[in-house]
């Protein structure tokens, strides 16, 4: 017997690999740091979870209509105000997490030998859920100098006829980068022009640190061409909830609610109550996160900057950071994936290989700092500690 070959094609996120060698570890007894998956340390706002186990005592169990609870799209459209984004309930389809909306993007808009510019480095499931729809990903280089922002210039150059799409992440991950309003006008425009779909994924976009958003979708004339993509897990503590959207012309949402009809029906109907609640109810649990991230990433950047052959940006949005770790790699003759492995095996600290996210990746790790604050200092301390016994053997 033997699989569709289209299997094949489908990439996969590492840090579900790492997560499961991290959780053997720790059924062996030890202590393992966990940088390596980005999950709020968080609980789930309790107002939310009231409101999810209300909606299921109140019988909200049964299917929900196919493109999701008016209410919660109608919240949705309110809540894109935010951000700028001008939408009516009829442009929100709701699905389990946002990335079933980036797989269901990629399905209705790419046709075999289209090519799709996607972010190098970049969260791998673009890259996979491209091929898996029988495009061809293209690399777009990010601006190190700028903040991990687009570079335009390198992005442009590589549009050809045959490019269909082009792939957004802000703030990006793994690198916390994000993108200055000439830029966002400047991608759109490039867009405009190139006659492009914009697959805008914004599911950190509260996670800024200067509290401003950079949504495509608001530029005059992008929302026709832009499908946004966001949920609900990174800003509202609610991965385990599975709850996204996607926001699109209303011409699209029709036939992409065909799409979901084909394959899950409809969201969890009781976790579509749960998120009414986390975008009309108070946004304090938010506000205090963010606010307890930005303290950490204040401790953490400068904490890294200190070891000896590591440098690392402060990021301006998301809770990753990306440091380049290239001279421990020159002088140890490790790849970043060997220094991962080992850094999980002997120092117990799990965080990803930059190369998980992209070519451009090489030479950098990604740690989250979602965790708890006690675990991310105490992570740096045995990276430092490491790295310092790296040094010492060589
Ligand atoms: N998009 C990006 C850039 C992510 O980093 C993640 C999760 O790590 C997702 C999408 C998936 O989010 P969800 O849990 O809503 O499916």
Redesign the pocket.
Known sequence: MRAATRLGRLGT?S?YVVLDAAKRLEAAGHRVLHLEI?EPGIPTPAHVVEAGVRALREGRTRYAVAAGVPELRDAIALALARRGVRAMAENVVITP????M?FCAALALIEPGDDVLCPDPG?P?YESVVRFAGGTPVYYPLDAARGFAPDVDALEARITRRTRALIL?LPH?PTGGVASPENLARLAEIAQRHDLWVVS?E??APIRYDGRYDSIAAVPGMAERTVL?D????AYSM?GW???FGVMPKWLAGPMTTLIINNFSCTATFVQYAGIAALTGTQEPLERWVASLRATRDALVPGLNAIDGITCASPAGAFYVFPDVSAVLERTSLTADGLAERLLAEAHTAVLAGSAFGPAGAGHLRLSYAGARADVELALERLRGWVGSLAATV
Not at 97 to 100: L, R, S
Not at 231 to 234: D, L, Q, R
């Open positions: 996120e840090a980005g997490g946002a990335k079933p980036l969260f499931i992440n991950n994924d599911v950190y993509v949920g609900f897990s990174k991965t599975r709850l996204g």
